[in-house]
Every structure is written in C-alpha cells, then in structure tokens.
C-alpha cells in the first residue's frame, strides 16, 4: 500500500509538471539564444526554447503562434537554426524563412509552411550535417555566390544555392556559434549571451569583441556597470523613440529609458531620462524643439522644458496632445524647421501642420509622406526621417511627399559614429 500510494504521489506530480507551462523567458536575464533570423520586413526574429521575441523589445511569445504548423511536428521545444533565404535568381524562395530542428528543414513564406515540407535536410541541402548549431545566408557580393553558411561546433560550411557544392571553412579567431544573424548587411555570431561580428568569407573578428548582446540587439534598462553605456546607446540596433536638434546643433535623441545628447563638437553623453526628465520617465513618442524649448510627448501628453543645466518642466504642462497639438495622440513623431512658425507632426504616413502661434491649435493640410517614421527632426541642412536601424535626408520638406527615396544611411554608423 506504501508503494502504491508512492507511486501516486509520483505520478501526480510528473503529471502536474507535464501540464505546467514552461517558463516565459526574459531576454534581459541573459539567455542564450537558439537561433536568430529577420522576418519578410526585416523586423528580427530571436527564439530560445519554443519561444519567440518578436524585435528588439517586448515580451516573449509561444514559437507556434506565429508558425502555427510546428505544433503538427512537435518540435515545440527548440529551433537549431534559422535564416532568411536571400536569392534573387529563384523568386519562388527568396525571402522565405527556414528553419533547421534535428534532422528536418521546415520552409516558411508570410508565416505559412510551404508544401511539401518539412524535408529532411539532407535532401534539400546535400553535404550538410544535422543537429545544426547555427546558420546564416550570405547574399553576393558578400559572398562570391548566394550561399549559407552553417555552424557545427568548430566546423563551418559554405552551401553554394548555384552548385549545390559544400566548402568546409576555418574560421580559426571565431568562437563557436550557437546562433547567427546578417543584419544591415553585417554579420553576427553570437555566443551564450555574448556576441562577435565577423567576416563571412575568412571569419576575421576585427574589433573589441565578444559584446554584450543586450547593449546592442535588445532595449534592456542598465543591468552591469561593467557595459560601457555611451558605446551602448551610440551602436545599439534598437529603433530610436525620438529625435530632436536645437538652435545650437546639439542633437537630442530617446531611446527606451536612456537620453542621449550629442552636441556640436561630436561629444556623446548618456543620460537616463528619468534623471533629466524626471516627470517623462521614459519611453518618449516624439520630440521637437519650438523656438528655444524643448518637446516631449509621451501617450497623450505633451511635455515642454526650457533647456538648460537643469532642463525645467513649464508652467502649465504637461498638458494633453489635442490641447496643445489639435489631435488625438498618441503621435509616432514631429518635427520644427527654423524658418517656419509651424510644428508638423506625423501619425502613420499621414502628415499634418500646426500653427504655435494660434492660440486655438488645430493639425491641419494633412497629406500622406514617403513612408512612416519613428523618429524625425529638422535642421539648417534639411529634414531626417529615422525608420528602424536606417535615416533618410531630404533637402527641403517638399521632399518629403515626392516618390524618389533618397540614399539610406545607418543611425548608429553615421548619426552617432559608432564604428560597427
């Protein structure tokens, strides 16, 4: 009878841990990633143990939310690897996305599986091992053809799409990857909670690396005072909130929790906004600077501070984004040029004017603009959309509604000087 009842005590709780859902994991805990992967929009895809993070912030979610059919496989517990299939010459695959589990390769286009998978990986990619650790795509001339470059332990193999050839590769001064990424056209091993860039022809590591992964591909608050913070915020990939330059040409920019000025002379400083601006807190939507002061609109209120030592919340405000703006917030940004008496503020793809002078304010001369922004700012040399990991110039605002895309430039290179 002791047994028996053992048994049932057992047996219970096997079930009970059966039936208990898996941990959510946190990204800012410094976990190791399975693999990483863009999606169709270039938005990056992080997974670790049947869960997916979804760009550089926010919660986890379940894996099989967004890839519905690997419920069907039960492969619910792990990605080995993923890439997004870069190649042009067959339209029917290019931007697909794949992911290696055991011995499988499942093909992904818009979030659906496609027919015929999953397929053993041998038969779609000859000469490669299973149980992969990691992979990535390498477009020409990045590579000399279209290929994929895939990590076993210290092995690395060069896939060629045209030839179907595998060559083994040495990339002696690497460590071993656990999963890898192309992003903005460079490439990242990533190892444990740490990560390397490197070339993808030799494997060269050029630079102060391993980094920190989360000072660069997630929007975690200050969690080792061993990070170096300035170079956290001046090469993170994380989107800007808002962006912003005064009469000066000081920049003002706002990124989840941190405040970053980087004034004429090229100096960078790193704040949190909490500290500056103590009554935003952080997480701005948008901000602009009208005559001599700065503004910040958070959700449904607008924030105006006279700049100085000590940055001064004015007398009336906060107050809400109709009163002081004539619309509805939230707004994504906005943006004042020097000459004009107007504030344009911009909500999806939609821009409109209003007028700081009047003293009824109202957003008017609505009109639809290139494209969405996440931040925008105006200075002596034109107007700067910021879209993701990328800005873009335009000489004068009329620029803004035509249909030719100017050159796109990366934030962190070349808004804040970072060197990677």
Aim: hydrophobic share 35%.
């Amino acid at each position: 009878a002791k047994l028996l009842t053992l048994l049932c005590i057992i047996s219970d709780n096997l079930l009970t841990k059966w039936r208990s859902p898996a941990a959510v994991p946190d990204r800012c805990q410094g976990i190791e990633m399975d693999a990483v992967t863009v999606n169709e929009d270039g938005i990056p895809y992080f997974f670790h143990s049947g869960f997916l993070f979804k760009g550089f912030h926010g919660a986890a979610e379940r894996a099989n939310e967004t890839f519905t059919e690997l419920d069907e496989h039960q492969h619910l517990g792990h990605v080995d690897a993923a890439f997004r299939l870069h190649y042009e010459d067959h339209p029917t695959e290019h931007n697909n996305i794949i992911f290696f589990l055991d011995t499988q390769i499942f093909s992904y286009y818009q979030h659906k599986l496609e027919g015929g998978y999953p397929k053993n990986i041998s038969e779609v990619y000859p000469g490669i091992p299973d149980h992969l650790d990691a992979a990535v795509e390498c477009p020409k001339p990045e590579c000399e053809e279209d290929s994929v470059i895939f990590f076993k332990g210290d092995e690395i193999f060069h896939f060629n799409f045209k030839t179907k050839a595998v060559e083994m590769k040495e990339f002696t001064s690497m460590p071993n990857c656990t999963s890898a990424f192309r992003f903005m056209e460079h490439y990242y091993c990533f190892h444990g909670h740490n990560f390397s860039k490197f070339d993808p022809k030799t494997g060269e590591v050029h630079g102060r690396y391993p980094k920190e992964a989360r000072d660069f591909f997630m929007r975690c608050s200050k969690f080792s005072d061993d990070s170096d913070h300035v170079e956290r915020e001046r090469c993170s990939r994380a989107h800007l909130d808002a962006i912003t330059a005064d009469n000066e040409g000081d920049m003002f920019a706002f990124r989840g929790q941190s405040f970053i000025c980087k004034e004429v002379n090229d100096t960078l400083k790193v704040e949190p906004i909490e500290l500056t601006f103590k009554e935003v807190k952080s997480d701005v939507d948008a901000a602009f600077t009208f005559k001599d002061d700065l503004y910040l609109v958070k959700d449904e209120h607008v924030f105006a501070y006279r700049v100085g030592e000590n940055h001064t919340l004015l007398d009336g405000y906060p107050k809400t984004v109709k009163e002081e703006l004539g619309i509805e917030g939230p707004i994504d940004s906005a943006f004042s040029c020097d000459e004009h008496q107007h504030v344009h503020v911009v909500k999806g793809q939609l821009m409109y004017d209003v007028d700081m002078a009047a003293s009824e304010r109202n957003a008017t001369n609505e009109r639809s603009i290139m494209f969405p922004s996440d931040a925008a700012m105006c200075g002596p040399r034109g107007v700067t959309l910021v879209k993701g990991n990328h800005f873009y110039h335009f000489d004068t605002l009329k620029l803004l509604f035509s249909r030719a895309v100017p050159e796109r430039h990366q934030v962190s290179l070349e808004l804040f000087g970072c060197d990677h």
